[in-house]
């Protein structure tokens, strides 16, 4: 049996969604419990699949994990001596396994974790978390698939420079660095929200961290860590999402628990489509009465515009009145997405990392694969305002981001359901 979603395109999506606590966040939390022994609480926890991917690999690495789904809070109790290796059949299912490395060194002295390879929106380089650790005193070798990381002695703070603002290296080398001897500069590292959520919630469990949100960040070391309660950062990539949704249906709603300072830049180009974005306490609304107008876009580390929302701005592209050119500048493959959006009719010519979409004022339901979460996304999007069913395939990699979206989608008036089909994947 294959799992899909069918999208019967054409109404407007008007009410509220509430949106949860960020993946790119929690996932990196969850990590970061393991460097104090004794019961760390989440809240706010997305009740999808890669939360659950992650709870069991720290099963594996020892602790006990209880993630209560209609309370969004997961408890995780971390023993004295924690196991030290992150095996290859959780690690390809969730290239975010990765975020242990650091901490994993940091409290064992030494972690083993399966390579993760590449996926489908590009190759996923490691290679600045690795040079991060090595000067901090670690030793790392690659060895039958896996990075084994060391340390004799507990590893020390120096000076890190990275070449790229890269999230992920950014996060493995703070939570290393936390109970490092002396202090650790990093500079050049990622500003991203969840990078300055993971700072508060580590600087709560007795870190000393400081230049949160700067381009760097200065780590005293402390000898320990005590387990905390944090609340997730809210997913702005969710709530860019419900904004993109708005738009591209020509509706109304309301996005709550979300906070536009920290999808700026989307929200202006939403603007400029002609959208009309008004700030609530407690997020911000997103209505559109016209066809959009195409918008440029070119994404860069924040605050630059997320690649995580390019295949949704893609979609809104596709029919958008006049022509727009999309940069990519993270991730080498992520525009093979565009393949399956001209599946539904769009008009998408790509060129390295540059793509030019002529906005039709028509797309026509087919059958689609989402070949990642965001590619997901972008093709249910698109799907919505096709004429007729768009069947969208792969539902895990949605998934995999976003928790209760067939359920909001269709409290927002969606044609949506999740089906299971006899059928094989739908032929080319
Ligand atoms: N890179 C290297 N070497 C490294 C590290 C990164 O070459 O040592 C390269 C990567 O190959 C990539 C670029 O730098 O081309 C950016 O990678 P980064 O490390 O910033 O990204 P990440 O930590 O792997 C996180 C999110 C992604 C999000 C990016 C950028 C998680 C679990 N993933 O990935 O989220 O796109 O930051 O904002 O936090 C998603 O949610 O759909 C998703 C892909």
Request: proline share 4%; net charge negative.
């Given at each position: 049996?294959?799992?899909?979603?069918?999208?019967?395109?054409?109404?407007?999506?008007?009410?509220?969604?509430?949106?949860?606590?960020?993946?790119?966040?929690?996932?990196?939390?969850?990590?970061?419990?393991?460097?104090?022994?004794?019961?760390?609480?989440?809240?706010?926890?997305?009740?999808i699949?890669d939360?659950?991917?992650m709870?069991?690999?720290?099963?594996?690495?020892?602790?006990?994990?209880?993630?209560?789904?209609?309370?969004?809070?997961?408890?995780?109790c971390?023993p004295a001596?924690?196991?030290?290796?992150?095996?290859?059949?959780?690690?390809r299912?969730?290239?975010?396994?990765?975020?242990?490395l650091?901490?994993?060194?940091?409290?064992?002295?030494?972690?083993?974790?399966?390579?993760?390879?590449?996926?489908?929106?590009?190759?996923?380089?490691l290679?600045?978390?690795?040079?991060?650790?090595?000067?901090?005193?670690?030793?790392?070798?690659?060895?039958?698939?896996?990075?084994?990381?060391?340390?004799?002695?507990?590893?020390?703070?120096d000076?890190?420079?990275?070449?790229?603002?890269?999230?992920?290296?950014?996060?493995?080398?703070?939570?290393?660095?936390?109970?490092?001897?002396?202090?650790?500069?990093?500079?050049?590292?990622?500003?991203?929200?969840?990078?300055?959520?993971?700072?508060?919630?580590?600087?709560?469990m007795?870190?000393?961290?400081?230049g949160?949100?700067?381009?760097?960040?200065?780590?005293?070391?402390?000898?320990?860590?005590?387990?905390?309660?944090?609340?997730?950062?809210?997913?702005?990539?969710?709530?860019?999402?419900?904004?993109?949704?708005?738009?591209?249906?020509q509706?109304?709603?309301?996005?709550r628990?979300?906070?536009?300072?920290?999808?700026?830049?989307?929200?202006?180009?939403?603007?400029?489509?002609?959208?009309?974005?008004?700030?609530?306490?407690?997020?911000?609304?997103?209505?559109?009465?016209?066809?959009?107008?195409a918008?440029?876009i070119?994404?860069?580390?924040?605050?630059?515009?997320?690649?995580?929302?390019?295949?949704?701005?893609?979609?809104?592209?596709?029919?958008?009145?006049?022509?727009?050119?999309?940069?990519?500048?993270?991730?080498?493959?992520?525009?093979?997405?565009?393949?399956?959006?001209?599946?539904?009719?769009?008009?998408?010519?790509?060129?390295?990392?540059?793509?030019?979409?002529?906005?039709?004022?028509?797309?026509?339901?087919?059958?689609?694969?989402?070949?990642?979460?965001?590619?997901g996304?972008?093709?249910?999007l698109?799907?919505?305002?096709a004429?007729?069913?768009?069947?969208?395939?792969?539902?895990?990699?949605?998934?995999?981001?976003?928790?209760?979206?067939?359920?909001?989608?269709?409290?927002?008036?969606?044609?949506?359901?999740?089906?299971?089909?006899?059928?094989?994947?739908?032929?080319?």
């Amino acid at each position: 049996m294959v799992e899909l979603l069918k999208v019967v395109g054409g109404g407007r999506l008007v009410g509220e969604v509430h949106v949860t606590g960020a993946k790119n966040s929690v996932l990196k939390l969850m990590a970061a419990a393991l460097l104090a022994e004794g019961t760390t609480t989440l809240l706010d926890v997305p009740d999808i699949l890669d939360v659950e991917i992650m709870a069991e690999l720290l099963r594996r690495l020892g602790c006990e994990v209880s993630h209560n789904r209609i309370q969004s809070t997961v408890e995780i109790c971390v023993p004295a001596v924690l196991d030290h290796r992150a095996d290859y059949d959780l690690v390809r299912r969730m290239r975010a396994s990765i975020c242990v490395l650091g901490p994993l060194l940091a409290r064992c002295g030494a972690a083993e974790v399966a390579l993760p390879g590449g996926d489908n929106i590009g190759s996923r380089g490691l290679d600045m978390h690795v040079e991060g650790l090595i000067k901090l005193g670690a030793q790392a070798v690659n060895e039958h698939g896996y990075l084994i990381a060391s340390s004799k002695q507990r590893l020390r703070g120096d000076l890190v420079y990275l070449d790229f603002p890269s999230v992920g290296a950014t996060e493995t080398i703070l939570m290393a660095a936390v109970t490092a001897l002396g202090t650790t500069v990093i500079d050049n590292v990622a500003r991203e929200p969840e990078i300055i959520d993971i700072c508060i919630m580590l600087n709560a469990m007795g870190a000393q961290i400081s230049g949160l949100g700067t381009s760097t960040l200065t780590i005293d070391g402390v000898d320990a860590l005590q387990p905390v309660t944090h609340r997730t950062v809210p997913d702005r990539i969710v709530a860019g999402t419900w904004a993109v949704a708005a738009v591209i249906t020509q509706g109304d709603i309301t996005i709550r628990n979300a906070r536009a300072e920290h999808l700026q830049i989307a929200l202006d180009k939403l603007v400029t489509a002609g959208a009309v974005v008004s700030i609530l306490d407690d997020g911000f609304r997103v209505s559109m009465n016209q066809r959009p107008l195409a918008v440029d876009i070119v994404t860069l580390p924040y605050p630059g515009f997320p690649t995580d929302l390019q295949p949704q701005f893609i979609a809104l592209n596709a029919i958008a009145d006049g022509a727009a050119l999309v940069t990519e500048n993270l991730f080498e493959a992520r525009f093979r997405f565009v393949q399956e959006l001209a599946r539904l009719g769009a008009d998408v010519r790509t060129d390295g990392h540059h793509a030019l979409v002529r906005g039709h004022q028509k797309l026509s339901g087919a059958p689609v694969e989402a070949t990642d979460i965001r590619a997901g996304a972008g093709l249910v999007l698109a799907g919505l305002v096709a004429e007729g069913v768009t069947s969208v395939y792969g539902v895990s990699h949605i998934d995999r981001g976003y928790a209760g979206f067939v359920q909001d989608l269709q409290r927002l008036g969606a044609d949506i359901s999740r089906i299971e089909e006899d059928a094989l994947k739908p032929q080319g």
